[in-house]
């Protein structure tokens, strides 16, 4: 069964999860939210996005926890205004990233640091994950990015991907792992980070002792996090690949109110399962 809400707190996914197509929250979940909160539970976010393009979400669905970006690469909590929690790719990853794209012109490039983004490779992929983002990036190539980099994102179309992974697997690259985080995205990370590892760390901040976490995604970058949370839980849609790691598939997808259904059974106290 459920627990007290007051010692709850889930952790979700956006796009595909709680974000529907249009990208703005469905009113009955911001509801659902509200009265999750209202019971004392806690309700944040673990997105890939960056600091820059995460700012809004404190705002805009009050939250008042600290957030996973980076898909696991960082901690930032916005009351502070600081990142809590940052781990770093290595100093090589310049020059992983200037092979990739060299080896494969048709790929996007995208460099997330701790306080900018940089487009590397502007192509029309790129281009849209920009829009989707709503941030406003910085622009050169990878030995011109400054900041720390945290996360690389290469964007192309979906028949590309498959090889995509294929080249990259072949390259045995040292201290970074690769994650799909969208049919037309392809993420290089940190080595042994993940929303998971983010969870993990997420466990030993301040105030967070005691809680169970309840973790909401939908698709393989989440799947580490699934795994690390006390309760996975999946929306109707999410990938067959994340929804064999959850104690529970909701019968909802993104558009139709999942975190609006996950509450609700929150709070009637039913099972997970």
């Given at each position: 069964m459920f627990e007290d809400p007051g010692k709850i707190c889930i952790i979700t996914d956006l796009d595909g999860t709680f974000l529907p197509r249009s990208k703005k929250p469905l009113p009955q979940d911001l509801a659902a939210v509200r009265r999750f909160e209202a019971a004392g539970g806690l309700f944040t976010i673990a997105t890939g996005r960056t600091v820059?393009?995460?700012?809004?979400?404190?705002?805009?669905?009050?939250?008042?926890?600290?957030?996973?970006?980076?898909?696991?690469?960082?901690?930032?909590?916005?009351?502070?205004?600081?990142?809590?929690?940052?781990?770093?790719l290595p100093d090589t990853a310049c020059a992983m990233?200037?092979?990739?794209?060299?080896?494969?012109?048709?790929?996007?490039?995208?460099?997330?640091?701790?306080?900018?983004?940089?487009?590397?490779?502007?192509?029309?992929?790129e281009q849209e994950h920009v829009r989707i983002c709503g941030i406003i990036p910085e622009y050169g190539t990878p030995d011109e990015?400054?900041?720390?980099?945290?996360?690389?994102?290469?964007?192309?179309?979906?028949?590309?991907?498959?090889?995509?992974?294929?080249y990259i697997d072949a390259q045995?690259?040292?201290?970074?792992?690769?994650?799909?985080?969208?049919?037309?995205?392809?993420?290089?990370?940190?080595?042994?980070?993940?929303?998971?590892?983010?969870?993990?760390?997420?466990?030993?901040?301040?105030?967070?002792?005691?809680?169970?976490?309840?973790?909401?995604?939908?698709?393989?970058?989440?799947?580490?996090?699934l795994d690390a949370a006390d309760y996975a839980v999946c929306p109707q849609n999410a990938a067959d690949s994340a929804k064999a790691h959850a104690d529970l598939v909701l019968s909802r997808t993104c558009e139709e109110g999942t975190m609006a259904e996950l509450i609700d059974r929150i709070l009637a106290g039913k099972e997970t399962a």
């Open positions: 820059q393009a995460s700012r809004r979400y404190p705002e805009e669905l009050g939250l008042k926890s600290p957030m996973i970006v980076f898909n696991g690469a960082g901690i930032y909590d916005a009351a502070a205004e600081k990142l809590v929690f940052m781990h770093p990233t200037k092979q990739i794209l060299a080896d494969n012109p048709h790929a996007g490039g995208e460099v997330l640091c701790a306080d900018s983004t940089w487009v590397v490779n502007n192509t029309p992929h990015v400054q900041g720390t980099w945290l996360k690389v994102l290469f964007a192309m179309d979906p028949e590309q991907i498959p090889a995509f992974i294929a045995h690259f040292p201290d970074v792992d690769f994650i799909r985080s969208d049919k037309r995205f392809y993420e290089m990370l940190p080595k042994g980070v993940s929303k998971g590892s983010a969870l993990t760390a997420y466990r030993k901040l301040p105030g967070m002792e005691g809680f169970t976490f309840i973790a909401v995604g939908d698709f393989d970058n989440d799947i580490e996090m």
